[in-house]
């Protein structure tokens, strides 16, 4: 059963914790995505990866971390940094670049 | 100006009428274009993809696109009520990234 698996889908941290969200993909794909949506708002780049050891920073970068040791697996990490943590998050995969992305169901994070 | 722009609506329509969703984008070397479904509480879905300019047809679901405006707009015939959700226009720019509309609320009223 091919698809994108995100965890936990709630998540709740004390402001100051680093946190990490995690993504898998089993579709064979080489691109993988992070966004992040607020409410009423359309989704923001945080980071994306084009392949296994690389990885660019999206739009709204500042205050996560990925890293993408395997071509299945793109973890996020929130860290403390992030003003403004408490948002759903997005992980996306394309075969590559210029096609299609397929999202995962989402996790939703709440730090207070 | 917004790099992809969307109405945000709420649009209402009649079920079993044809529901018009517009979007227009400001990179005119812009060569790929989504149509992604969000119902409330839940991720995008990706439902039409179009890369050539005229029309895309999949169901009830027409896409359409022309590149000279720099406007793709999509179609939904014969709504239905689960057919509400926001609609997220998408289009890749630049490097290889996906940029999203602010997205379109959209009722059908049974």
């Known amino acids: 059963d091919g698809g994108i698996t995100q965890s936990p889908k709630y998540l709740f941290r004390k402001e100051g914790q680093n946190v990490t969200l995690s993504c898998e993909q089993n579709l064979n794909h080489d691109a993988m995505y992070w966004y992040r949506q607020d409410p009423g708002q359309g989704l923001r780049l945080i980071y994306y990866s084009q392949i296994v050891n690389d990885f660019q920073k999206g739009d709204i970068a500042e205050g996560y971390s990925v890293s993408r040791e395997k071509k299945e697996s793109f973890p996020l990490t929130v860290t403390s940094a992030q003003k403004n943590p408490t948002a759903f998050y997005l992980c996306?995969?394309?075969?590559?670049?210029?096609?299609?992305?397929?999202f995962g169901p989402g996790t939703r994070l709440t730090v207070t | 100006q917004k790099e992809v722009e969307q109405n945000s609506g709420p649009l209402s329509v009649p079920e079993g009428a044809i529901a018009s969703l517009n979007c227009t984008y400001s990179?005119?070397?812009?060569?790929?274009f989504f149509w992604y479904r969000q119902y409330s509480g839940k991720s995008p879905e990706l439902i039409m993809s179009?890369?050539?300019?005229g029309d895309k047809e999949d169901g009830r679901f027409t896409a359409q696109l022309n590149k000279a405006s720099q406007y793709v707009s999509l179609l939904i015939r014969d709504s239905q009520p689960s057919d509400s959700a926001t609609y997220l226009c998408?289009?890749?720019?630049?490097?290889?990234?996906?940029?999203f509309g602010q997205g379109t609320r959209l009722t059908i009223n049974p």
């Open positions: 996306a995969s394309s075969l590559q670049g210029l096609y299609e992305q397929y």
């Open positions: 998408a289009v890749i720019q630049g490097a290889q990234k996906l940029v």
């Open positions: 990179d005119r070397g812009s060569q790929s």
């Open positions: 179009i890369y050539s300019n």
